[in-house]
């Protein structure tokens, strides 16, 4: 395990972790949303995945380097997680994967075809490396999370903008999918994986189920 700490910010490094199969650099873009970007590197391969190319391709690029890069999954269909899809699907030729239920928004805002529409259980390979696709309704109908289950390790958990440290994501004011959200959240994240998973938000600083795991009834009780 290095120094990796999750805290990053627009126009600054990136932050990388080293697993022993798996290398994770994390990039904040756009000074005003402050979105995470997420590239994910086979160590034995090279093969290279990116969560998100929310936005600035002329970081996002340089950070994919000569290596290429084989896939991009879209987390969910809000503007501010593809503003770079175009740019960076048009300069790499990488796949194009999302949630089936968001795939056709995302196009249509971007005109990217999502090549890969995505279901709970899928696998998504990087390399050696195997995620897998957690679907969590309610910030958008097609939000996924994916799922990295160390062999070497803890579970690390990518969650776009279906949980953050503090809460599940916005459902802005909508109860019935404020409940969806928290139960998903709740059955296939928490019910599920242990306190040491770390998870990767789309947005601000990385958490842990442990950290966050107390304070699901608060967040019930708060309806946010």
Known sequence: MNDYTGAVSPGGPADVRELAQLRIAKVAVDEQMSNNC????CRESGEQLLVDAAAEPST????VGGAGLSTVVTTHQHWDHHRALAEVVAATGAEV???EPDAAA???QTGVEVTRPLRHGDTVTVGRCALEVIALAGHTPGSVALLYDDPEGHPHLWTGDSLFPGGVGNTFGDADAFRQLVDEVGTKVFD?????????PGHGGDSTLG???PHLPEWRERGW
């Open 38 to 41: 997420y590239l994910l590197t």
């Open 60 to 63: 996002l690029l340089p950070l």
């Open 97 to 99: 994967l999302a949630g």
């Open 106 to 108: 995302i196009t249509e």
């Open 192 to 200: 599920r994986l242990p306190d040491e998973t770390w998870f990767y």
């Open 211 to 213: 950290a966050e795991r």
